[in-house]
Structures are given as structure tokens and as C-alpha cells.
């Protein structure tokens, strides 16, 4: 074949750097002078570059033989059935924003992910090798994903980790940077990854034998504490919180008198969850003598009188003597002493009132709110079912939709120390009174998937919000809560509401269309979900015949 005339004249002398430029400003603008401009000046350029190319590779020096990896540790868990390995790859191929706009009655898989995970890793599965690389992409861009996604990748992920920067993060997230930690009987490797460990590794470490045996983890802590820093010893000290024990005592004592700040407040918040202790018993003394019952007036009701001043006794004991901006100074110091005492005391002090009672007595001088949400801390922070109860009332009472003393927030709190059937119900009680408006919060905190009545609640909630006409998107956020958390079976109750309603006169335009729309993605995700946990369903063993 005869050569073009360009391609005969090809200049294979010309830098790499001009042929570059010559290719990204297109030859009509850019055509260098040794060649005449035409049709066959690209066919030049390529065929230069395939020149340049060749002599480029042909005097690189041979790179060093790199050591090669050790080899991944074997997983022994099951492998995925085939159909649930098909549905994690849709799911993880699937980007948020990925189609722009409205997302119509598509369901959102990426916030299927996270419940696909927890359903693979109870059934005890192993992530399929080809998409490690893809979950730990989506780990990566989601901290909420991570202990899910990294217990379901298995050690094959940690290998990875070592190997790309990016995944980095799996080494952080995992107890010890995903090293092996010292078993029960290794005593002397123990003592020597904690005097010679990195902090992560010593964490994971103190971790683990918190869990393990408390009183040798506290014991290993003490070896030590005096030499630490300030920050150590503060994430140190946070570990006891698992397995917070009487015999903790006397070492979180010694702690309150730690140079950090930081550390005596959290030795103090450790120490007054033991209501047995001697701080308990001191803060139940300073609130004690702070609120009283007022018989003078007929019927009984709460004073309180604040503390006029925060002694040292107290900043030993973790209270905080400078008080936020726009706070008192003495309703700062109330409100510490009262959460910090134990909830059993305030029967005895109150006249042997139950908490009910206690909390339905009016308190004089607008100190209410301050008490209360001071209680509402103590029953978080004792995991007091009965005091949070009592602080949340009944769900049908006015107060519980609207400002008062206990808060949204507080109220989500004080129902997660409620068994999840109860929380459910008392959840459900409330969006029956006052509906939708403030229940994001309380939802949150129930039990996936939702119980029967508060499933039910909350669709006809969204149907009374529906035949209202407005718009469904002031609903945005519980409508994607009960695509996560709506029992499946709910799928078959919710057809009807998918048809486009009639357009009343009062109705936002084109209102129905949008919650048509709404509940059809709902229907979908919910079969969708279904779908998920039959494929991932343990099949029952084949049992043998019987032996005639």
C-alpha cells in the first residue's frame, strides 16, 4: 500500500509534548509547519504518535521486581445464593442523583442498602469477591454504612485496604487497625501491645477486655494512667462505659481529680449512672436540699430554690461552674445537680410520691421546664423506664404535640430506654392524637420493622394528609422512613391508596397526582424488601429419610 503524502512526510522527530498538543487543539488549529495542511494531517499525527509511542516504551528501564502481597485470609462464611449476589450488585450500582430530578415511583436503593447488609450479615454470608471494590466505594462515601459493610466484606476487605489509600478508612474503623488482638490466655502479649502499642491498637485493646472481663481491662488502665495524655485518657476513660460496674468505683474517684477538665466530667457523668455511689449519694444531697414539696398552700406543689454558688466541692464532683451564653448561672447548677442525682431519691424526698405523681406535682416560680428536662437527662443517662414514663405521659395529652417542658428530642430519648414494643405503642398513640408533624424524631427511634399499630398509624396519618390536599412533600422525610421500616406485608393495604384521588376544591393542583406517585414508590419498595429477605432466606436442611 502506498503511503498518503502526509504520512510519507511524517516528522517522527517531533516531541511528545508537541504531538499532545497537536491532538487536543485538533490539526485545523494547530498543524505544524514541516506538514501541509489537508485531510491526511490526523492520519500524520496518529501515525507519529504511534512512532513516539514505540520509541518511548522501547527506552524505559525495567522497573524493580516488587515483593508480592501476602495472600487475603480465607473467609469461611457461606457464599451468597446466587439471586441475593444479583440484587447487592443492582443495589450498589445504583448512585444517588444518579437520573437527576424527581425520582417518580423508582425505589431508592442506596437506602436499601444498609438494611440488605444487616440482613446478610445475620444470615452469617460472605460479600462476593468481585464486589469488594464497589462496597468499599459506597462505605467510603457513607460513615452509616461502614460496620455493616465492612462485617459483611470479611478480611478479604482489610487485604484490599492495605493495598489502595482510598479504603484506608477500613483499617481505622476495624478494633486495632484489623490486626489479630491478644486471646484471654496471652497475658504477656497483652501487657506488651498495651506499653507498646499505636493508640488505635491499645483502644481496640481496652476495648475488647472491657467486654471481655471489665476488671482486667480497668486494672490494665491503671498501670498506665498517670503516664498518659490528657486526650488518652479521656477516650480511655470512655470505654468503661460498657459493663459500668460498682467495683469502677474507687478508680473513676481518683479520676475526678484528674488534671483534664474533660476527663473529670466524664468520671463525674460515669460515677452518678451508679446510683450506689458516693457521688450519687453527694448530688442527691445538693439536689435534695434544692426541691421540696410546698404543703402551705393547700394543694402540694414543687419550690425550688437554686444554688447560690458552685464551691469546689462541686466542680470535684463534674459540675461545670460557667454556664452557657443566655443561661443562668443557677439554673445552670440546678439543672447539673438534679441530673446527676439518682432517680430513686426523689420518692423519699417527695413524700413517697411515685414518679407519676411527682412529675404531675406544679412546680411554683417557672422552674418546671428547667426540672423537668433535668429528669428527662437523669432517665436517659440511668436508663430509668419508669421515670421516662412518667415524663412522657400519656401520648393522647395535649402537651405532648406542642412546646413544653420534654422536648421532640427528649421524647426520642426517654422512648429508647422502653422496651420496642412499648415504644411502638406509645409512638403510635401519639401520631393517632397529633398526627405527623412532630413524629420524624420518635419514629426514628422505633424498633425496624415497625409493629403492626404503628405501622398502621402512620399510613393513615399519610391518608388523612393525602385527602387534606396539599402537597405530599412537607411528608418527604416519614414517607422515606416507611419505605425502610413499614412491615412488607402493609405492601397489599396500600394498592388503594395509589390510585389518583378526585381533586377536591380546596386541593393544592395537582396534589393527588404527586401522592399517586408516592405511595406507588412506597408499594414498590416494600415488595422490593420482601423480595430481599426471601432471597436471602436460610433454606431448611434436607433432612434424611427416615430408617424404616
Same mark, same amino acid.
Given at each position: ?116 447488609? &444487616?440482613? %446478610?450479615?445475620?444470615?452469617?454470608? /460472605?460479600? $462476593?469477591?468481585?464486589? @469488594?471494590? =464497589?462496597?468499599?466505594? +459506597?462505605?467510603? *462515601? ?122 473529670? &466530667?466524664? %468520671?463525674?457523668?460515669?460515677?452518678? /449512672?451508679? $446510683?450506689?455511689?458516693? @457521688?450519687? =449519694?453527694?448530688?442527691? +444531697?445538693?439536689? *435534695? ?138 409512638? =403510635?398513640?401519639?401520631? +393517632?392524637?397529633? *398526627? ?113
Amino acid at each position: 500500500m502506498n503511503a498518503t503524502p502526509a504520512s510519507a512526510g511524517v516528522p517522527v522527530e517531533s516531541s511528545w509534548e508537541e504531538l499532545v498538543t497537536v491532538a487536543l487543539l485538533g490539526t485545523e488549529r494547530r498543524t505544524p509547519p514541516v506538514w501541509a495542511a489537508g485531510r491526511e494531517v490526523p492520519v500524520a499525527v496518529l501515525d507519529a504518535a504511534a512512532v513516539a509511542t514505540l520509541r518511548r516504551r522501547a527506552g524505559m528501564r525495567p522497573g524493580r521486581a516488587a515483593v508480592r502481597p501476602e495472600p487475603a485470609a480465607p473467609d469461611p462464611r457461606r457464599p451468597l445464593p446466587p439471586a441475593a449476589a444479583r440484587r447487592l450488585a443492582v443495589l450498589l450500582a445504583d448512585r444517588p442523583g444518579a437520573g437527576g430530578g424527581r425520582r417518580g415511583t423508582a425505589p431508592d436503593l442506596m437506602e436499601l442498602l444498609p438494611q440488605w447488609l &444487616a440482613l %446478610a450479615d445475620a444470615q452469617g454470608f /460472605a460479600a $462476593p469477591p468481585e464486589t @469488594l471494590p =464497589a462496597l468499599l466505594d +459506597a462505605a467510603r *462515601g457513607r460513615t452509616d454504612l461502614r460496620p455493616a459493610a465492612l462485617a459483611f466484606a470479611g478480611p478479604r476487605a482489610l487485604w484490599l485496604a492495605r493495598l489502595n489509600p482510598d479504603w484506608r478508612f477500613a483499617l481505622r474503623s476495624m478494633p486495632g487497625g484489623g490486626a489479630a488482638l491478644p486471646g484471654p490466655d496471652e497475658p504477656e502479649r497483652t501487657q506488651r501491645l498495651w506499653q507498646e502499642g499505636l493508640f488505635a491498637e491499645r483502644v481496640a485493646l481496652l476495648t475488647a477486655l472491657r467486654a471481655r472481663r471489665p476488671a482486667t481491662a480497668r486494672e490494665l488502665l491503671a498501670t498506665t494512667w498517670g503516664t498518659e495524655r490528657a486526650e488518652d485518657r479521656l477516650m480511655f476513660l470512655d470505654s468503661l462505659r460498657s459493663g459500668l460496674e460498682p467495683a469502677d468505683e474507687p478508680f473513676l474517684e481518683r479520676a475526678l481529680t484528674d488534671r483534664s477538665r474533660n476527663v473529670r &466530667a466524664t %468520671a463525674a457523668e460515669l460515677l452518678s /449512672a451508679l $446510683p450506689g455511689s458516693a @457521688l450519687a =449519694a453527694r448530688m442527691a +444531697a445538693r439536689a *435534695g436540699s434544692c426541691v421540696a414539696v410546698d404543703r402551705t398552700q393547700g394543694a402540694p406543689s414543687i419550690v425550688v430554690e437554686a444554688p447560690h454558688e458552685c464551691d469546689a466541692s462541686m466542680e470535684r464532683d463534674g459540675v461545670v461552674p460557667k454556664a452557657p451564653a443566655g443561661r443562668g448561672e443557677r439554673s445552670w447548677w440546678l439543672g447539673q445537680l438534679v441530673e446527676a442525682a439518682p432517680l430513686g431519691a426523689w420518692p423519699r424526698r417527695l413524700g413517697g410520691r411515685t414518679p407519676v405523681e411527682i412529675v404531675a406535682l406544679p412546680v411554683t416560680d417557672d422552674w418546671r421546664n428547667e426540672l423537668h428536662a433535668a429528669w428527662c437527662r437523669a432517665a436517659v443517662r440511668q436508663r430509668d423506664p419508669g421515670w421516662s414514663r412518667a415524663l412522657l405521659g400519656a401520648p393522647s395529652a395535649a402537651e405532648a404535640g406542642g412546646p413544653g417542658a420534654v422536648s421532640p428530642a427528649e421524647r426520642s430519648k426517654l422512648l429508647a430506654t422502653l422496651g420496642p414494643a412499648e415504644r411502638a405503642e406509645w409512638v =403510635a398513640g401519639f401520631i +393517632a392524637t397529633h *398526627g405527623l408533624s412532630e413524629a420524624f424524631q420518635l419514629l426514628g427511634v422505633c424498633a425496624v420493622p415497625w409493629a403492626e399499630p404503628l405501622g398502621r398509624a402512620v399510613v393513615d396519618a399519610l391518608d388523612i394528609a393525602r385527602d387534606a390536599g396539599s402537597y405530599p412533600w412537607s411528608f418527604s422525610g416519614v414517607m422515606g422512613l416507611a419505605e425502610r421500616c413499614l412491615d412488607p406485608l402493609e405492601a397489599g393495604r396500600l394498592d388503594a391508596l395509589t390510585a389518583i384521588p378526585d381533586e377536591t376544591e380546596n386541593a393544592a393542583p395537582g396534589a393527588g397526582g404527586y401522592w399517586s406517585e408516592a405511595f406507588q414508590r412506597l408499594v414498590t419498595t416494600l415488595r422490593l424488601r420482601a423480595e430481599m429477605t426471601a432471597e436471602l432466606a436460610v433454606p431448611e436442611p434436607e433432612r434424611s429419610p427416615a430408617m424404616p
